[in-house]
């Protein structure tokens, strides 16, 4: 069964066709430091780290020590992780397994 999006159009199926042709790392900055605002690339970051510290059952308190979030962006992200589209899960386990292999 098909992910139904509710950001799905044509013209984010173009952004994502171009996100899945970047092969580096130095690829990915390239391109994002040309797409996005050194704020977005940030907090883009940052949305990962506390969804990362979330998973790993850090305290808000801790992870607001440590990221600069906000008790309710750490509350947003919890959200998402719990009942979200699982893109975090997934992309969290992903690099888990990454960092395994290793």
């Known amino acids: 069964m098909a ?3 509710k950001v799905k159009s044509t013209e984010v199926d173009e952004l994502f066709k171009a996100l899945l042709t970047l092969e580096t790392e130095e ?5 994002f430091e040309d797409l996005c605002t050194f704020k977005e690339i940030t907090s883009m970051a940052q949305r990962l780290k506390v969804a990362k510290m979330l998973k790993e059952e850090n305290t808000y308190g801790e992870i607001e020590a440590e990221t600069g979030a906000s008790t309710a962006t750490i509350s947003r992200i919890n959200k998402f992780l719990q009942y979200g ?3 975090y899960n997934r992309i969290l386990d992903r690099l888990a397994e990454m ?4």
């Not at 960092?99 to 290793?102: D, F, L, M, N, T």
């Open 27 to 31: 690829d990915c900055y390239r391109f």
């Open 3 to 5: 992910y139904d999006s």
């Open 85 to 87: 589209s699982d893109g």
């Open 99 to 102: 960092e395994e292999a290793e």
